[in-house]
């Protein structure tokens, strides 16, 4: 079982940067894919970014390719979120998430375990 608590959420402006961290409880992190998905208002959850076990690979959605980074610290049991010239349309419900399935980290795998969530607002 692996239990996550996301933070750092918030309302910036847009074009501002912003980091959200997910802590992660449990053994097997460090061989865990994680991702990052959100969710926005009438909208369906989708793939933002994923990171294999060793933090060797990682994924991008489209949407965020070249603003967000994904990185993980194993020694810690966090995976974070740097999130650069945010957008009006960044505002989400944004979500933390495990896999045991170590090709998970493409976004392509269901994931196993879920955060409850940190909102991210951006304003123009």
């Known amino acids: 079982q692996v239990q996550l608590v996301e933070s750092g959420g918030g309302l910036v402006q847009a074009g501002d940067s912003l980091r959200v961290s997910c802590a992660a409880s449990g053994r097997t992190f460090s061989s865990s894919a994680m991702g990052w998905f959100r969710q926005a208002p009438g909208k369906e959850r989708e793939f933002v970014a994923g990171i294999s076990p060793g933090g060797s690979f990682r994924s991008y959605a489209d949407s965020v390719k070249g603003r967000f980074t994904i990185s993980r610290d194993n020694a810690k049991n966090t995976v974070y979120l740097q999130m650069n010239s945010l957008k009006l349309e960044d505002t989400a419900v944004y979500y933390c998430?495990?896999?045991?399935?170590?090709?998970?980290?493409?976004?392509?795998?269901?994931?196993?375990?879920w955060g409850q969530g940190t909102q991210v607002t951006v304003s123009s």
């Open positions: 998430a495990a896999a045991k399935n170590k090709g998970a980290y493409a976004g392509k795998v269901p994931y196993d375990y």
